[in-house]
T-cell receptor, first 111, second 112 residues
């Protein structure tokens, strides 16, 4: 069966520091991969999606970037965090017929 | 994707069936109905999806009206662990628009 991992689970970072969040998927090949952000009490906002290695599409302009160095690895990065980058970051993978399955999430607090 | 309307909240007694309604009166013929839920502090969890036939899996049943303008998610025997926000989403199954648009959902509280 397929599983999706995210780490770290929680992160507290100072403004201006870099960020790297990692997501890996097991048990499937060539999945579509997604990064979403959920602000407190708000809905999910799609940040990036990837249909293959090295292929990244950005949904909204922002302070973040994404990379997909391997088939089942998706990384969310920032060179300098802003206060507004705080939130709950969710990675998801798209299965057959594009049902999306979410990871456990990383809760990021920028101070 | 078609817009959906759900009640903001509902309570359910533990052990009883929970029936969660969703209106999607502008749904088009190639749009599926998906249900997800999000338990506090966790990522959304896929529950079930369907096009026009009723569907059942180990988690829930999905009943779609004949005109497809509304649907009901049924949790047959609600437990305390089913307390969550439940989202009804309609979208084309394979689409170049990869975004899942979550609305406000229904906050379901299962009480002992």
């Amino acid at each position: 069966s397929q599983t999706i991992h995210q780490w770290p689970a929680t992160l507290v970072q100072p403004v201006g520091s870099p960020l790297s969040l990692e997501c890996t998927v097991e048990g499937t090949s060539n999945p579509n991969l997604y990064w979403y952000r959920q602000a407190a009490g708000r809905g999910l906002q799609l940040l990036f999606y990837s249909v293959g290695i090295g292929q990244i599409s950005s949904e909204v302009p922002q302070n973040l970037s994404a990379s997909r160095p391997q088939d089942r690895q998706f990384i969310l990065s920032s060179k300098k965090l802003l206060l507004s980058d705080s939130g709950f970051y969710l990675c998801a993978w798209g299965g057959i017929q594009e049902t999306q399955y979410f990871g456990p999430g990383t809760r990021l607090l920028v101070l | 994707d078609a817009k959906t309307t759900q009640p903001p909240s509902m309570d359910c007694a533990e052990g009883r069936a929970a029936n969660l309604p969703c209106n999607h009166s502008t749904i088009s013929g190639n749009e599926y109905v998906y249900w997800y839920r999000q338990i506090h502090s966790q990522g959304p969890q896929y529950i079930i999806h369907g096009l026009k036939n009723n569907e059942t899996n180990e988690m829930a049943s999905l009943i779609i009206t004949e005109d497809r303008k509304s649907s009901t998610l049924i949790l047959p025997h609600a437990t305390l662990r089913d307390t969550a926000v439940y989202y009804c989403i309609v979208r084309v199954k394979r689409s170049n628009d990869y975004k899942l648009s979550f609305g406000a959902g229904t906050t379901v509280t299962v009480r002992a």
